[in-house]
């Protein structure tokens, strides 16, 4: 199985601040690479797909990037409903992996 | 406007069964691969298994840990996907999600729709 690293796994930041979550892939995955976010009891939602292509809808502030096994999410600048929690997404490997979650806290 | 929604979830003891629904809406449904993704209290998000469309022979994948436990089916005159989940455990317990994928073919392809997710509860 691929294993995802995500890091950290917890980050306090201040409305206005740029974030950056990263994941790493125990092997490569091209960039077949998918992030999601997830508000308290709420299904999760889809953010960006293909490492940086971002989902209809989703703001321009959110870009990711990355190929092979290392990935980032960077949020340009931290807007109040962006607080949650943010998994990455393996999806060319069964079984299909995610990272074990960045929650995103107000500082 | 795409629309999944689970049904199904509740209590069950140890060794029981479960059968899960989810129900599509706003789409094509024939066109997309489907997989439920489930998530135990507190915990993070783990993929359970996926059903492949007509193209791709309705064939189905599965996490080793449902593996020979749990059994995928689609009915795409009725646009909906089941789950029958036997032999639960504890560990099973979780809130598990019906997810769209973007396509279905050749190809591998990214979750973009969730739904809202139905609780299922393993215990005595």
């Known amino acids: 199985d691929i294993q995802m690293t995500q890091s950290p796994s917890s980050l306090s930041a201040s409305v206005g601040d740029r974030v950056t979550i990263t994941c790493r892939t125990s092997?490569?995955?091209?960039?077949?690479l998918a992030w999601f976010q997830q508000k308290p009891g709420k299904a999760p939602k889809s953010l960006i797909y293909?490492?940086?292509s971002l989902q209809s809808g989703v703001p321009s502030r959110f870009s990711g990037s990355g190929s092979g096994t290392d990935f980032t999410l960077t949020i340009s600048s931290l807007q109040p409903e962006d607080f949650a929690t943010y998994y990455c997404?393996?999806?060319?490997?069964?079984?299909?992996?995610f990272g074990g979650g960045t929650k995103v806290e107000i500082k | 406007e795409v629309q999944l929604v689970e049904s199904g979830g509740g209590l069950v003891q140890p060794g029981g069964s479960l059968r899960l629904s989810c129900a599509a809406s706003?789409?094509?449904?024939?066109?997309?691969?489907v997989d439920w993704v489930r998530q135990a209290p507190g915990k993070g998000l783990e993929w359970v298994g996926r059903?492949?469309?007509?193209?791709?022979?309705?064939?189905?994948e599965y996490a080793a840990s449902v593996k020979g436990r749990f059994t995928i089916s689609r009915d795409d005159s009725k646009n909906s996907v089941d789950m029958q989940m036997n032999s639960l455990k504890i560990e099973d317990t979780a809130v598990y999600y019906c997810?769209?994928?973007?396509?279905?073919?050749?190809?591998?392809?990214?979750?973009?729709?969730w739904g809202q997710g139905t609780l299922v509860t393993v215990s005595s």
């Open positions: 059903t492949r469309n007509k193209v791709s022979s309705y064939t189905t």
């Open positions: 997810t769209r994928l973007e396509g279905g073919g050749r190809g591998w392809y990214p979750i973009d729709y």
């Open positions: 092997q490569g995955i091209s960039n077949y």
């Open positions: 997404q393996q999806y060319n490997n069964y079984p299909l992996t």
């Open positions: 293909a490492a940086s």
């Open positions: 706003g789409f094509t449904f024939s066109d997309h691969y």
